[in-house]
T-cell receptor
Framework: AQSVAQPEDQVNVAEGNPLTVKCTYS??????LFWYVQYPNRGLQFLLK??????LVKGSYGFEAEFNKSQTSFHLKKPSALVSDSALYFC????????????FGTGTLLAVQP | EPEVTQTPSHQVTQMGQEVILRCVPI?????FYWYRQILGQKVEFLVS????????KSEIFDDQFSVERPDGSNFTLKIRSTKLEDSAMYFC?????????????FGEGSWLTVV
């Protein structure tokens, strides 16, 4: 069965500092990994994904994520955090297949202090 | 940029009442989903739909739930007799093809409060 773990309920970082939001996954076969962001009272917005190829994936708003197969991780990173990055971040995994459904982690609240 | 739209944004209903949540997926998309997020919990898959039939459903999606594509643009989720535990944010989503790793796009959600 597929699963995603986001070990941190909340990450606090000062504006201008680098940020990391952690994600590990468990899936049989090739994983397809996604990050979505949810701003307050808004829907899920796609940030970036890993399918194959280069382990470092770049996405929207300056975010990037690194796929590490040996550690089964897909951590989200940004070199310099903005207050406007404060939101709930969800990691998700898909195994492809007939429906390509996503399995989400529990989410990590990112709080960027000015 | 095309987007998935959902109505209503918020609905309060009494326990036992029927609720219909509506979605307009992105226009060239053919695969549709409903997910839900109970307050403070993770986003959970409910059902996927393609070619006018359910392609997969979760354990949550019991006989109280149904989905329909009544016309060429709308995709609906019906809860026949709501329970308190159905209170959640319901997200509609769509994608244009089932290809491994294809991006699924979500709407802004419909908040359902059952009282």
């Amino acid at each position: 069965a597929q699963s995603v773990a986001q070990p941190e309920d909340q990450v606090n970082v000062a504006e201008g500092n680098p940020l990391t939001v952690k994600c590990t996954y468990s899936v049989s076969g090739n994983p397809y990994l996604f990050w979505y962001v949810q701003y307050p009272n808004r829907g899920l917005q796609f940030l970036l994904k890993y399918i194959t190829g280069d382990n470092l994936v770049k996405g929207s708003y300056g975010f990037e994520a690194e796929f590490n197969k040996s550690q089964t991780s897909f951590h989200l990173k940004k070199p310099s955090a903005l207050v406007s990055d404060s939101a709930l971040y969800f990691c998700a995994v898909s195994r492809g297949g007939a429906t390509n459904k996503l399995i989400f982690g529990t989410g990590t609240l990112l709080a960027v202090q000015p | 940029e095309p987007e998935v739209t959902q109505t209503p944004s918020h609905q309060v209903t009494q326990m036992g009442q029927e609720v219909i949540l509506r979605c307009v997926p992105i226009s060239n998309h053919l695969y549709f989903y409903w997910y839900r997020q109970i307050l403070g919990q993770k986003v959970e898959f409910l059902v996927s739909f393609y070619n006018n039939e359910i392609s997969e459903k979760s354990e949550i999606f019991d006989d109280q739930f149904s989905v329909e594509r009544p016309d060429g643009s709308n995709f609906t989720l019906k809860i026949r007799s709501t329970k308190l535990e159905d209170s959640a944010m319901y997200f509609c989503a769509s994608t244009n093809e089932i290809r491994s790793g294809n991006t699924i796009y979500f709407g802004e959600g419909s908040w359902l409060t059952v009282v």
